[in-house]
């Protein structure tokens, strides 16, 4: 059975800088690439960064590239969000997703980042 | 970017109507779109991916349709199960990326 958790979410001041981690289980972890999702309170899905397999190639929505870095541990099977510089409007559910082709078929059950003073 | 866009951003209707959502590209996706739905307070589920296919385990009453710029998600007798909000998204290679719309939400009358 695939399972996805997050952790690492919390309060944080703006301008502060956090980690999410998420652990996966139950599939072949290098073989798949992985994304983050976010969730604004009451708003839409929002995709944020994706890594791939390897690890090799990351990529990121124009509004957190250069703050934040994804990554990955495929010894560990741990997926990573460091997330710094975070502003009000990164709070969300952050949720860390498994991909099929090209699309997300396991989501994590979320880890909530409150960025606010 | 390519941008998505649903329609209706809501609609009610009665338990056994058929429901029918919608979903617009910016510009031409081929077959690259997925719908998930999301009940309240509960994690988004894939239902359908590649426009028409779907996924394991979802109910036939679902179904798909599209290719380039518009697609559209069938819920064949609505159940009070289905009250939730589906979001469409895509993936575009040339960058790449991925973009989800704004969600409908369903609700029964």
């Known amino acids: 059975e695939v399972q996805l958790l997050e952790s690492g979410g919390g309060l944080i001041q703006p301008g502060g800088s956090l980690r999410l981690s998420c652990a996966a289980s139950?599939?072949?972890?290098?073989?798949?690439?992985l994304t983050w999702v976010r969730q604004a309170p009451g708003k839409g899905l929002e995709w944020v960064s994706t890594i791939s397999g390897s690890g090799g190639s990351t990529y990121y929505v124009d509004s957190v590239k250069g703050r934040f870095t994804i990554s990955r541990d495929n010894s560990k099977n741990m997926l990573y969000l460091q997330m710094n510089s975070l502003r009000a409007e990164d709070t969300a559910i952050y949720y860390c997703?498994?991909?099929?082709?090209?699309?997300?078929?396991?989501w994590g059950q979320g880890a909530l980042v409150t960025v606010s003073s | 970017d390519i941008q998505m866009t649903q329609s209706p951003s809501s609609l009610s209707a009665s338990v056994g109507d058929r429901v029918t959502i919608t979903c617009r590209a910016s510009?031409?996706?081929?077959?690259?779109l997925a719908w998930y739905q999301q009940k309240p307070g509960k994690l988004p589920k894939l239902l359908i991916y590649a426009a028409s296919t779907l996924q394991s385990g979802v109910p036939s009453r679902f179904s798909g349709s599209g290719s380039g710029t518009d697609f559209t998600l069938t819920i064949n007798s609505l159940q009070p199960e289905d009250v939730a909000t589906y979001y469409c998204q895509t993936y575009n290679s040339a960058l790449p990326t991925w973009t989800f719309g704004q969600g409908t939400k369903v609700e029964i009358k």
């Open positions: 510009q031409g996706i081929s077959n690259f």
């Open positions: 997703t498994k991909h099929l082709l090209y699309y997300f078929d396991y």
């Open positions: 139950g599939f072949i972890f290098h073989n798949y690439p």
